[in-house]
């Protein structure tokens, strides 16, 4: 184990002990109640993601609640790190927010959550101000059209990521398109537990997690939706 990351590492695994299985899941997913799948989800497992959720939290609330502890567990993370990996590691913290600003700067829509949301009210409400405000922290940006946003995010993880060995590069070039695109949890697990270099195996991590957000994501507003009036239904 690379004693730079000893303490990550360490963490993490007892983290993947804790991940719910395919079982669990599966079960979940079974339960139509919003309440009762809270309540099932906190003992199995997805404690940590639900702390500021209740049953009586809208959709909306289930979006900012869960992007507020994706980004608390990435940058608990990034602080286990070795300094020079953290910034490449907190850049993951933007990747769920992409569909939403990509549909905000091309058609001014902005999503009902972020209005809960002191990171994106603090910011312009016009898309060329906004994509203006964007580009001081994201200078690739400014290559890129607003249609391009995961071309653009990517261009600046590969910007942070430290120089690495090719096969690593490689792997990690697969692993952060994995953190836009959800990737398969097979294969990400095989990375985390057979890959030999400790980065691959924090971004398969990573991974893992961005998968455990979709799927909370999806089953709970799902079922949020489900209970409310058609009006407020629209409106969400």
Known sequence: MST????????????????????????LVAVDDFG??????????????????????????????????WRGRIDELAGWLPARWRPAVRWLRLAPELPMLAEFLQHGRRAAWTELDKRWTRLPAEPEALRANLIEGWPELERFGNDELAQAW????????????????KTLEALLEAQLEPGRAGWLMRVFRRDPGAPMKVFAYTGLERLDFEFLRGQLVRRRLQIQPPQEREAA
């Open 4 to 27: 730079a990351f000893a303490y990550a590492l360490t963490r993490l695994h007892a983290r993947i002990a804790d991940r719910p299985g395919d079982h669990e899941r599966k079960r």
């Open 36 to 69: 009762h799948f809270l309540q099932l989800a906190a003992r199995g497992g997805f404690g940590p993601w639900l702390r500021n959720l209740g049953t009586t939290s809208g959709p909306h609330g289930v979006e900012f609640a869960l992007r507020e502890a």
């Open 154 to 169: 990517l261009a600046r993880a590969r910007a942070l990521r430290p120089s690495v060995d090719a096969r690593s590069a």
